[in-house]
């Protein structure tokens, strides 16, 4: 069962990097696009 939390916590930390990581380069891109 620990392994699977730890596998699950993990996961979701994954997501919200890629998740900063997209926000980011939709930033980046919006920012790029104005100038």
């Given at each position: 069962q620990a392994d699977e939390r730890d596998?699950?916590?993990?996961?979701?930390?994954?997501?919200?990097?890629s998740k900063k990581y997209l926000?980011?380069?939709?930033t980046r891109r919006a920012v790029e696009t104005i100038y």
């Open positions: 596998t699950h916590g993990s996961l979701q930390v994954a997501v919200q990097t926000t980011c380069r939709k």
